[in-house]
């Protein structure tokens, strides 16, 4: 048994997430938990909202609620989806969590005592109206190289040339609209990044085993060269700064969202119930014990592999560095962007209302975006629910379960003996079984998902090839085994199937009173797990587990969220 800590990249506070947000990091890394506690290991899984930063005090500010409330609230919404995809994070912690605070201020100090924060006086734009700093794409105005006239202080987005906020014709806040604004000089923090890339490249040298996504986009950050970074900001919401003379600062919050993985886990042990002891620091701590393997899009890659690691490193203290970072591309939405801001694509209090979360997480495994971007499109999505789900899984349970019930009762039938076509299944199952199971040992979504279906694909075609309505007319025994067999196969499809769709899987144990115990997954092999439930052993026939999308429904679909729009903008 080992100890396996799981963290998935924190969603942003700002609204609920879309389909790309989940199997980007969520979703994946709660397969890899799932699977990784089915065999035995002992699996720690965190996430946390991301809640500092500007991005939260506009959506705030433009909901009108005080940040902390909207944040508080915002949380509890994405809480509750997360538990409605049955995620199971063993803690779903707050970056402004006191834990956070804490250590956030613990890991600037152990900087700056090694020498690696060095002061400095910036020029920053100052908001009068609004009475506070503005970040530069915050700022708004015309574009002095094109004439655009909502050009950003950091870009314009016509003509994509970058700018300094002082470029601006015709400035003004793009909070409140306010041209008064003036330039003032004002205190930072940075993180000397420079003196820590040989430490940061070392190691990154030593992670010979990670994906050519992840490695390559960390190598072409360092090739590039680190700068300087800032790591306060003058906001108000915030990890304030436990330093003199900077009252009314907070840190940046990219310094402080990775921390928050040690904060929620400090989190999780802090809300251990009565008589539960929960040891926070053996997970982070001298933890050589400890597999520590990250998901993430690959936007947040540079940040965990460099910005994130050189935190840890510059603090000197033994704090756990990541073994494995798994890597995700996009997933586009007809083949264009998902977009929070635009509300484009299908975000997932949509997903849910439409279908349970088994055909999303199903299709989202099946389509992960692992090496290249993967396109939705409503009609992709109902084809492969259709043909797997409905048609292959669930039809064979199904189809089995009833033809059982009608003909021997709601119970395994008993006689007859195992023959040569049992033998070959069980074989068969095997070694796809042993494929799956590497599959998502190696955390290979695409693979496993096509491994899973396989496994589905081997138990239709044994039923269909040896006939068990035509057997049951001329030779009782010989339908007996074949359903007997049967019965064991969708047996095995509800203990391996529970990574990927947890709450089928747990709804067919149920039918079929399986108890499989503290580790839910097969112990011995084929053979043997064809024969667990024994003749006499009482089902009840569940109603059918999937039902299928018809076309009506994909065009009302993608009359309802655009989709059709959106693929004639995408070509
Ligand atoms: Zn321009």
Redesign the pocket.
């Known amino acids: 048994m080992a100890k396996v800590l799981v963290t998935s990249a924190l969603p942003y506070i700002n609204g609920i997430k879309h389909l790309g947000n989940l199997i980007g990091s969520m979703l994946s890394a709660d397969v890899y938990a799932r699977f990784m506690r089915a065999t035995g290991n002992e699996v720690l899984f965190i996430c946390a909202t991301d809640e500092h930063g500007t991005p939260a005090e506009i959506a705030a500010h433009e909901a009108g609620l005080p940040v902390e409330q909207y944040c508080r609230e915002q949380h509890e919404i994405q809480a509750r989806i997360y538990r409605d995809f049955a995620l199971s994070f063993d803690y779903f912690g707050r970056s402004s969590s006191p834990q956070n605070h804490e250590l956030t201020n613990h890991f600037y100090h152990r900087l700056d005592d090694a020498g690696f924060i060095e002061e400095r006086e910036i020029a920053q734009v100052y908001s009068i109206d609004d009475g506070r700093f503005l970040p530069d794409r915050y700022i708004t105005g015309t574009?002095p190289?094109?004439g655009?006239g909502n050009?950003r202080g950091d870009q314009?987005e016509?003509?994509t040339?970058l700018l300094e906020p002082t470029d601006l014709i015709d400035a003004r806040s793009a909070i409140s609209g306010s041209r008064n604004l003036e330039v003032r000089q004002t205190k930072h923090l940075f993180l000397k990044l420079p003196e820590l890339a040989d430490r940061v490249e070392e190691w990154i040298d030593s992670r010979n085993d990670w994906p050519l996504l992840v490695s390559s986009i960390a190598k072409a950050w360092l090739k590039e060269g680190l700068q300087d970074r800032g790591i306060t900001r003058d906001l108000k919401w915030g990890i304030p700064v436990d330093r003199p003379g900077f009252d009314g600062k907070v840190f940046y919050v990219w310094f402080d969202a990775p921390i928050e993985y040690i904060g929620a886990t400090k989190e999780w042990a802090d809300s251990a119930p009565p008589g539960e002891t929960r040891d926070w620091k053996s997970w982070w701590f001298d933890a050589a014990d400890v597999r520590y393997v990250e998901f993430m899009a690959k936007d947040n890659v540079p940040f965990h592999t460099v910005s994130f690691p050189a935190t840890i490193l510059g603090s000197g203290e033994n704090w756990k560095l990541v073994n494995y970072i798994k890597g995700f591309s996009w997933l586009t939405f007809y083949g264009g962007k998902f977009s929070t801001s635009q509300r484009r694509g299908i975000f997932l209090d949509q997903a849910l209302a439409e279908y349970p979360s088994d055909y999303w997480r199903y299709w989202l495994v099946a389509n992960a975006p692992e090496t290249d971007d993967s396109s939705f499109t409503f009609s992709g999505f109902a084809g492969v629910c259709n043909k797997d789900l409905a048609d292959t899984f669930g039809n064979f349970v199904n189809r089995t379960l009833r033809f059982c019930s009608a003909r021997f009762g709601d119970a395994v039938p008993a006689g007859g003996e195992d023959g040569p076509m049992e033998a070959e299944l069980a074989a068969n199952l095997q070694s796809v079984l042993d494929r799956y199971t590497a599959s998502l040992a190696a955390m290979q979504l695409r693979r496993a998902a096509a491994d899973l279906r396989e496994l589905w694909v081997l138990g239709n075609v044994y039923v269909d090839r040896s006939a068990p309505w035509t057997q049951i007319k001329t030779d009782r025994d010989r339908a007996a085994v074949i359903l007997r067999t049967a019965i064991n196969l969708i047996r095995l499809y509800a203990i391996v199937g529970s990574p990927i769709i947890p709450d089928t899987c747990a709804r067919l144990r149920q039918a079929l009173a399986v108890d499989v115990g503290e580790y839910p997954w097969l112990t011995q092999m084929a053979p043997v797990e064809l024969q667990r439930l024994s003749p006499g052993h009482a089902f009840t026939v569940p109603p059918p587990l999937f039902k299928k999308i018809t076309p009506e429904e994909i065009a009302d679909l993608s009359a309802r969220y655009g989709g059709e729009e959106a693929g004639e903008a995408a070509a």
């Open positions: 574009c190289h094109c655009y050009a314009c016509n003509c040339r």
